[in-house]
């Protein structure tokens, strides 16, 4: 994995940690209003596009069969997912007033289990698992369903095949009958897995952006997801927080690593990204418990809950990405000079 993505993977973490602590302070201090500090939801959007060029990246050049790919990415997503899921719907259902967002629903467990769109029961506006933050791996899963089975095409056909297919899923939703399913899949926000794809084969090619003009691209990036994730809402992420996404990814893969130390812990965290979006929201649920529990309101000072956020849920993700993960030494690479 290149050393750049492991740091990308650690910041796109922390911002929705950051972005769901901000949320719970509503609920931890009624009487602070966090609003105009509530950032970070674009962290999903790095995740996309990152995850569309690691896919290109780890097949290209691969005799690789759809099977053995799907059996990778559900070797690498599914035990820790269902694991949690499998926890959350069983404090739902033994006590559910620690949890706020999810109540016990079999037929909405199963289709988390399955990565199906389905309507929150606990929040009807919303088409979200057990799990609040496996929305995304909803669409990971599906993501990774049509690469897989555009694996046997050539390289110089599957980008062509994948951009059609897309296109015709996006347009049947918006054809067909109005349900749960034509809602979720008809969002162009799968789009910036393309996206990701696309700089991917670029990578592979070596066109790449010169080393001044990638520190450029990775600074405009960041700076117009800060920007247009204060005016732009959530309805035109694909482009408002995507293509900024874009010139992130695209601007740190350019960049000659060669020459710079290895950030260490920032690395460790890329690694431990996955388990720390997973399991962050029990680490922010816990912190709210104890805030409304403790006869001292220190946890209720919003800057003291948001930092033992970060840094909790960075611990407890780490904890869980080694219970839950082979011992293995991670190799990082850097991009050619």
Known sequence: MLV????LRAVAALMVVYFHAILQLAKVNPAIDATAFLYGETGVDIFFVLSGFVMWL???????????????????????????????????????????STVFDLPHLIASLFFLPWTNPADPGTITPVVIPGWTLNYEMFFYFVFALLLPLSEVRRIPAMFAVFAVILIACRMLPDTTATRFYGEPIMLE???GVV??????????????????????????LFV??????????????????????????????????????????????????ITHAFTLAFLRVVADRLPIGILKQPVLFVILSLVLSSIGGAIIHEITTPRRKVAVSRPPA
């Open 4 to 7: 750049q993505l492991q740091y």
């Open 58 to 100: 780890t097949t290209n050049g691969r005799a690789m069969s759809p099977v053995d790919f799907a059996r990778r990415r559900i070797k690498r997503i599914v035990p820790l997912y269902w694991l949690a899921t499998l926890f959350s719907a069983a404090v739902a259902l033994l006590a559910p007033s620690l949890l706020k």
């Open 193 to 195: 897995f393309l996206a």
């Open 199 to 224: 700089l991917g084969w670029l990578y592979g090619q070596k066109l790449l952006l010169p080393n001044r003009w990638a520190w450029a691209a990775l600074a405009i990036g960041f700076a117009f």
């Open 228 to 277: 247009n994730e204060a005016l732009m809402r959530p309805e035109s992420r694909f482009y408002a927080w995507g293509i900024p996404a874009i010139f992130i990814i695209y601007g740190a893969v350019s960049i000659d690593f060669s020459r710079l130390p290895v950030i260490g812990w920032l690395n460790y965290l890329g690694d431990c990204s996955y388990s720390i979006y």
